[in-house]
């Protein structure tokens, strides 16, 4: 029995067609991915000034992560008027504490740093 000839508008899935795309346009497909990765790191960088510009409201004692996700997520929506999925609401909490907002503290729970700029 004879396979069904597959549809020729369809893109291959095997990795030489990827490789020769690769190798004919690298250049664009480098400059593309970069300014992707850029708009992404600098959206990210503006969320978390947002939360910085919000964290008056936050309440100041020692938090656990998931409380102070919570709390980051409401006052967003109070704030902003976005509603933020957990997923989101967790991304953008790990953002703040990677940018340096929030201080983990030895035993696990989270403060708010009010000393200063949010480092790079």
């Known amino acids: 029995m004879k396979q069904p000839k597959q549809p020729q508008n369809r893109r291959p ?3 030489s ?4 795309i690769w190798r004919e346009k690298r250049d664009t497909m480098v400059n593309h991915l970069d300014a992707l990765n850029r708009a992404k790191i600098q959206k990210a960088a503006e969320r978390v000034s947002s ?3 919000i964290v008056h ?3 100041a004692r020692a938090m656990s992560a998931s409380v102070l996700r919570d709390q980051v997520a409401e006052n967003w929506n109070e704030v902003y008027g976005e509603d933020l999925n957990t997923t989101k609401a967790w991304s953008l909490t790990r953002s703040c504490i990677k940018a340096g907002l929030f201080l ?3 035993d696990g729970d989270y403060l708010i740093d009010y000393r200063g700029e949010i480092a790079p």
């Open 13 to 15: 899935h095997f990795a």
């Open 17 to 20: 067609y990827w490789r020769k």
């Open 51 to 53: 939360v910085r510009a």
């Open 57 to 59: 409201l936050l309440p």
């Open 104 to 106: 983990r503290q030895p």
